[in-house]
């Protein structure tokens, strides 16, 4: 499915319309792009060289995708949220678990509030996380605005849980340094979350236009200026 501008270059969000394009088609051009994690999903570019697109390949109106992209952005940020809660409870979970058995100087290692302070933490952040993607979920079931928080799920969570994953790689010790144990591919999977369906400046900038309307965006007041 591609999203391609089809109307007047200047029409900001609208004008972009969803074709279905066949990859086999005549220009194209595919990529592999080598990702350090989430390795078998498997992405890469598409390049576009004159490809042909038959009008009946339009899916839905033409012209307004953008909008439906967007919204579609409102459901899949609050899951990715919950897509790096996850991976950061169980890593939790398992360094609770680890953390009892280790022993060092004749004690379990959870002895030392060092090593159980951070987990306490963790476990804090991973609990108050899970309830901004539930409560932006909850919102969107009932149909009220939930932008805001979508944008809040998607740039929060993933940072704080790569943040956990690496608190959760150093209480292991060496053995997490390995490729014995999963804390960091679970690393890598969470960090392209912190770019894959917008950075995290650009989720600020959604909450800045959410909050303070379109002059706290700068195109649109460079647009302004220009006209
Ligand atoms: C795991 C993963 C999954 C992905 N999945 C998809 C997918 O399914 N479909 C798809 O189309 N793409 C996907 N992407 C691509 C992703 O959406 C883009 O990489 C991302 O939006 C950033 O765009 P960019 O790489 O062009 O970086 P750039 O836009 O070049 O940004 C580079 C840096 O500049 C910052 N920046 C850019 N503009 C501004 C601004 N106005 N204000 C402040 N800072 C700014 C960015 O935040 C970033 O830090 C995925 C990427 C990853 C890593």
């Given at each position: 499915?591609?999203?391609?501008?089809?109307?007047?270059?200047a029409g900001g969000?609208?004008?972009?319309?969803?074709?279905?394009?066949?990859?086999?088609?005549?220009g194209i051009i595919?990529?592999?792009?080598?990702?350090?994690?989430?390795?078998?999903?498997?992405?890469g570019s598409l390049f576009f060289d004159d490809v042909h697109v038959p009008a009946e390949c339009i899916?839905?109106?033409?012209?307004?995708?953008?909008?439906?992209?967007?919204?579609?952005?409102?459901?899949?940020r609050a899951l990715i949220g919950l897509e790096c809660v996850g991976p950061g409870q169980a890593s939790v979970d398992e360094s609770?678990?680890?953390?009892?058995?280790?022993?060092?100087?004749?004690a379990p290692i959870v002895q030392y509030q060092g090593v159980s302070f951070p987990l306490a933490e963790a476990e804090t952040q991973l609990t108050m996380?899970?309830?901004l993607c539930y409560h932006t979920l909850a919102l969107r079931d009932a149909q009220r605005p939930h932008t805001t928080e979508a944008a809040m799920c998607k740039w929060y969570v993933p940072k704080v849980t790569c943040e956990i994953l690496h608190q959760c790689l150093l209480l292991h010790g060496h053995f997490a340094y390995t490729h014995g144990l999963p804390f960091h591919q679970r690393y890598n999977d969470v960090l392209g979350l912190q770019i894959g369906d917008?950075?995290?400046?650009?989720q600020k900038l959604v909450i800045a236009r959410e909050k303070a309307g379109r002059v706290a965006l700068q195109y649109a007041q460079r647009k302004a200026a220009a006209k």
């Open positions: 499915m591609v999203f391609a501008r089809s109307g007047d270059p969000s609208r004008g972009v319309s969803a074709f279905f394009v066949d990859l086999n088609s005549k595919r990529t592999h792009l080598d990702d350090i994690g989430t390795k078998p999903v498997g992405r899916m839905a109106e033409q012209d307004r995708a953008f909008g439906t992209i967007m919204a579609g952005f409102d459901y899949s609770w678990a680890y953390v009892q058995e280790r022993e060092a100087f004749g996380m899970r309830q917008g950075t995290a400046q650009i």
